[in-house]
């Protein structure tokens, strides 16, 4: 964020302004009241104090005088955030503790139970809402967003304004709803989530984590840097470290790569493709100067859940909707994501341009954005929700007016400067109308849809050395505006091509192996399908399916860079199964030189799909190796980067 001198100084002044009292008897909003018992609440560590709530139920008035009747106890209390530290009105990290300081779970105005919360003080944001309505959009959009309540608060008998409680992001059933990570999960599927990692300012203490190894464009001076959110960076082991940063690396390296939207070996199966469009989509409706680049996160759960990186949740979204005078942003024409700010410290990952340069991406977002335009981006609803909100602030923002005199001036970083509240309202009103219009512009209506079967509910089951016909319309459900399709394979044990209105598939080794159907409009991919299982030579034992003999795939892609998989098979009955006591698959460089080990363990009958990443390396020719009992397989593998 950009921030020069003559502003720093506007600001100051403001910081050190006296602001007049304002008294505060009764509100429609909750009324919250802080006592520190004359302790300063100080940027960190937090302080204890006391909090009392006065909440009567929605549409029932709250007076001043009323006992605290919702919440009456202790919290932990520090001031938060970076560049929003210098106003005045202060927003404050805080969290429910019983009366010996150990967290309590506790439902604050009927958001589900917990201990972390944030009272945000919404100042160079004179509508007061633009957080609250970003957060609600990204929400009924099928995400995770913090849910938000308004209230009015009271410290030390000083009236402070309107507030609002917001969720802090953690790792929660009712917030970013992923596994629970462990110090003791360090290896298998417990290992694989989740997590939750952002890119943000280092505020404070030095937050810990990675740099990219990818500049965010040609020649950049600026890192990217990924910080540790879930686990915190007290708590996160090193197996765990190493973990999200592999996984992190291996994503970036395939975007990084020419063949990055490969059916297989490309990043669709990498990320939650849905998440990451609807980030984009939100960043784009509301302008956010911040996005992608601050306040940006990302989580993972564990692979037995899905295990996909996925984008989001969102937050800090008070500079947008025109909020901001820099980098654009008050503008309603024009993308965010292709603005130049190289001057800034804090860029926007390579990833993102480079996801808008894959056809399947974007025909999802013209798609999605078709979808929401119906309804939750229409502009009746968010016009409705907007004026809804400031009708219930109708009242009390004159108070928090009276108390913060910044009606008619320029607070850091307005592009608008209104002199009422209704006047702020209006302009975020009218600029959510041009900016929907330019998007409806831009964005293409000729988009295209498919609707895949599950691939759960459909599974090809095929004998080794032996084909199948099966009809194209058996993958799908629906379609819309698709002239074509194409088929791919994950592994040339297995091959598959079109006859009439079919798809002929033929199998060679048993094994596990997978088909991607691609949609085509003419010369452009547009869909693209989930991996449907072709079963070789696989039969029903124990009521699981494992192969009837050993087997090592051909590794694929090959050429590859950097990473490849690897598939291989234990059977569940044969000569070696009894002497069976380990396996092993490694890569060796041509002179006969271990170079890394995928597998060096027990391993029961079934089939096994091992990526190998290969970084740290040069272009060459490579050799794996699969020992099991008696058997030993040697493939040939190239690495071009």
Request: hydrophobic share 35%; proline share 4%; charged share 20%.
């Amino acid at each position: 964020m950009k921030i020069n001198f003559k502003i720093l100084i506007l600001v100051l002044i403001f910081n050190n302004a006296v602001f007049p009292q304002v008294n505060l008897t009764s509100s429609n909003l909750p009324i919250f009241v802080i006592n520190t018992h004359g302790q300063n609440i100080p940027d960190e560590p937090k302080i204890t104090v006391d909090l009392g709530i006065i909440y009567n139920g929605e549409g029932v008035r709250n007076n001043i005088t009323d006992p605290f009747n919702h919440y009456n106890g202790k919290i932990q209390i520090e001031i938060r955030g970076s560049s929003s530290q210098l106003y005045p009105k202060k927003s404050y990290a805080v969290q429910t503790v019983d009366a010996f300081g150990i967290s309590m779970n506790t439902s604050l105005l009927e958001l589900p139970k917990e201990n972390d919360w944030v009272f945000y003080g919404p100042y160079a944001d004179k509508s007061l809402i633009r957080n609250i309505v970003s957060y609600k959009l990204f929400n009924e959009m099928g995400h995770y967003a913090s849910r938000s309540k308004l209230f009015e608060l009271v410290i030390n008998g000083e009236y402070k304004g309107v507030y609002v409680l917001l969720e802090k992001i953690k790792r929660d059933k009712n917030r970013v709803d992923i596994a629970k990570l462990t110090p003791q999960d360090i290896e298998g599927d417990e290992l694989t989530g989740g997590y939750i990692v952002k890119i943000d300012k280092v505020n404070g203490t030095e937050t810990e984590g990675w740099y990219s190894d990818f500049p965010p464009y040609t020649d950049a001076w600026q890192k990217i840097l990924y910080q540790y959110h879930y686990p915190d960076e007290d708590e996160i082991t090193l197996e765990q470290k190493n973990y999200i940063i592999n996984k992190i690396n291996e994503f970036e390296s395939v975007m990084y790569s020419p063949t990055f939207n490969e059916p297989f070996g490309g990043y669709y199966d990498l990320i939650g493709l849905d998440s990451f469009a609807d980030v984009f989509l939100i960043t784009e409706l509301s302008r956010n100067v911040d996005g992608y680049r601050l306040s940006a996160f990302m989580h993972k759960d564990k692979n037995s859940n899905g295990g996909k990186l996925k984008c989001g949740p969102i937050w800090d979204y008070n500079f947008t909707f025109g909020n901001a005078d820099y980098y654009s942003a008050w503008s309603t024409s024009g993308w965010h994501l292709y603005t130049e700010f190289r001057d800034d410290p804090f860029q926007i990952p390579f990833w993102w341009k480079k996801l808008m340069m894959d056809k399947i991406f974007t025909n999802r977002i013209a798609r999605r954005w078709a979808d929401l335009r119906q309804n939750i981006f229409s502009n009746q609803h968010i016009l409705g929700m907007t004026d809804s909100l400031s009708s219930l602030l109708a009242e009390s923002q004159v108070r928090n007016f009276n108390k913060w005199k910044i009606l008619g001036t320029y607070v850091w970083p307005n592009y608008f400067i209104g002199n009422t509240f209704e006047l702020e309202i209006n302009y975020l009103k009218s600029w959510v109308n041009y900016r929907l219009n330019w998007l409806d512009s831009i964005i293409p209506k000729d988009f295209s849809y498919v609707n895949w079967k599950d691939n759960d509910e459909f599974i090809i089951n095929i004998e080794p050395n032996s084909s199948v016909d099966i009809l194209v319309s058996d993958f799908y459900k629906e379609t819309v505006n698709v002239d074509h399709f194409t088929v791919v394979v994950n592994n040339p044990e297995i091959t598959a091509s079109f006859i009439n209105n079919a798809i002929h598939i033929e199998s060679g080794n048993a094994g596990e192996f997978g088909i991607k159907l691609v949609g085509w409009k003419g010369n452009e991919k547009r869909e693209l399908s989930q991996t449907y299982k072709v079963l070789v030579g696989i039969s029903d034992v124990d009521d699981g399916k494992v192969p009837i003999d050993f087997s090592l795939s051909q590794n694929y892609p090959n050429p590859f860079n950097p990473s490849t998989t690897i598939s291989f098979t234990i059977p569940s009955s044969t000569e070696y199964y009894s002497v069976l006591q380990n396996v092993t698959l490694k890569v060796y460089d041509i002179l006969g030189r271990e170079v890394a080990t995928l597998v060096d363990e027990n391993k029961p009958a079934g089939v096994y799909n091992v990526k190998c990443i290969m970084n740290n390396v040069n272009s060459a020719i490579y050799f794996y190796t699969l020992k099991a009992g008696s058997f030993f397989q040697t493939k040939k593998m190239m690495l071009i980067k």
